[in-house]
């Protein structure tokens, strides 16, 4: 009997979510099969089998959480030794997650009850449900039986909204009235008596029974929003930010980039954005200072690791939320394959299909939020790195030009840098020679 645990898919992962079982018990299953698609801190990633048998028993349902070296399933390879320390159950699996206080194992005991009456809901009828990890947490904090829910997503899929229409049409005017604030306070006075006489009126009946589309709504964390939070919070609070501002006359940029767009689309190559020719300068402006292309260690005394590739990370925002995918040696590839490159990865986020080698090893970010309008901004550093570019748009702005006020496109940007490595005057000479490229633009070309 081969236990199979929870791996590790990525450098920050913790624990995972069982988005879906592609085997079934009783299934066979061949080395390199699809097994298990697990939901990490960054991604949605498959997982293949690495040993052939029978799949005998899942011990973490679909929507389950499980921490890392935690047995999710079992598969029968024909040796009858099994694993006597490994949980029996689902619950067992993600027991110690849940011990620390009595309040949590209570939590937990009823999200495995929750769970055993959804899996064993799914066996009586025969058939597979297809929901998103968050729609079945959901669907267990609410007690509410997946197998009655009509799902809206691809496929059939059940998502977020199919569980707030079943808890809609579950709810029962009382309930209504004791979660909405708003309307306790309307049955309240509805229910008031003078002399002993009712003052209640159909209007105010009419009220209570009226859903308030004012309340908040709570929408829980997925793994990715979860792990978002914790990593910025952890690096505002612990890293000793400090910020730099520089701007650039990108007037010369965009004409070059307008004239390679127009060769690149006559031969059906991708066009090059104005991010891409930013990576490109960043790149070469890493290489000439490569102090920034650096990161903290807290070995010893603190240490500066100076990095000898340089791997820029592009924030992006997906449907999941902000992820990173990386350009390695972004200072050794032409402006034209980081454009087919960033499309790449951007595609992979949008489709979340990113894998953890598509988001390891980034030595410096740049945050882009220059088509939504913006002008500056500053961006939280994505650590291990010592410094993030956050960028904004070209603006069209009067400008002094030999005496006289012309009309250009101006680019501002910040960088955002650890004062534990980086110093003001290291930062201050990047941007200036990022800038001097920006205005010299063949020089990130050539």
Same mark, same amino acid.
């Given at each position: ?14 624990? %995972? ?337 990113? %894998? ?79 800038? %001097? ?10």
């Amino acid at each position: 009997m081969i236990d199979i645990l929870m791996p590790r898919l990525s450098d920050t992962m913790q624990e %995972g979510a069982i988005a879906a079982w592609h085997k079934q018990p009783g299934d066979a299953v061949a080395v390199g099969d699809l097994l298990v698609e697990v939901e990490t801190d960054k991604a949605t990633m498959e997982y293949e089998a690495y040993d052939a048998g029978v799949l005998r028993d899942i011990l973490v349902a679909e929507g389950e959480v499980a921490t890392i070296g935690t047995v999710i399933a079992r598969l029968d390879d024909g040796n009858d030794e099994a694993n006597d320390d490994a949980p029996a159950s689902a619950s067992d699996a993600v027991a110690p997650a849940a011990a620390d206080a009595d309040a949590a194992g209570a939590m937990g005991a009823a999200d495995a009850s929750a769970a055993a009456r959804e899996v064993a809901s799914q066996r009586t009828a025969g058939q597979r449900l297809f929901a998103t990890p968050l729609a079945r947490r959901l669907a267990r904090e609410h007690e509410i039986d997946l197998s009655g829910v009509l799902g809206s997503g691809p496929g059939g899929r059940i998502v977020r909204a199919d569980i707030e229409d079943a808890r809609a049409r579950q709810a029962s005017p009382e309930d209504t009235a004791i979660a909405s604030p708003a309307r306790c306070t309307s049955r309240a006075t509805a229910g008031q008596t003078t002399g002993g006489t009712s003052t209640s009126t159909n209007t105010n009946t009419n009220t209570t029974n009226t859903p308030d589309a004012r309340q908040p709504t709570v929408v829980p964390f997925d793994k990715t929003r979860e792990v978002i939070a914790r990593r910025l919070s952890e690096s505002s609070s612990t890293v000793p930010h400090f910020f730099v501002t520089a701007a650039a006359d990108v007037e010369a940029l965009l004409a070059l980039r307008a004239e390679l767009n127009g060769s690149l689309e006559s031969t059906g190559r991708p066009k090059i954005s104005v991010n891409d020719l930013l990576v490109r300068a960043c790149a070469i402006a890493l290489r000439e200072h490569p102090g920034v292309n650096a990161s903290y260690s807290p070995e010893g005394r603190g240490e500066t690791l100076l990095h000898g590739r340089v791997n820029i990370g592009i924030a992006i925002a997906s449907p999941t939320g902000l992820v990173v995918p990386v350009i390695d040696d972004a200072d050794l590839r032409p402006a034209s394959q980081i454009a087919r490159e960033s499309r790449r990865l951007a595609g992979l986020a949008t489709e979340r299909k990113l %894998g953890a080698s598509d988001m390891a090893g980034g030595t410096f970010t740049i945050s882009n939020l220059g088509m939504y309008g913006v002008e500056q901004f500053t961006a939280i550093i994505n650590p291990p790195e010592g410094a993030i570019l956050a960028v904004g748009a070209a603006r069209p702005e009067p400008v002094a030009v030999n005496g006289a006020v012309e009309v250009r496109h101006r680019l501002r940007y910040t960088l955002s840098a650890d004062h534990r490595i980086i110093d003001g005057a290291l930062a201050a000479e990047f941007l200036a020679t990022l800038t %001097g490229l920006l205005e010299q633009p063949m020089h990130i070309i050539a």
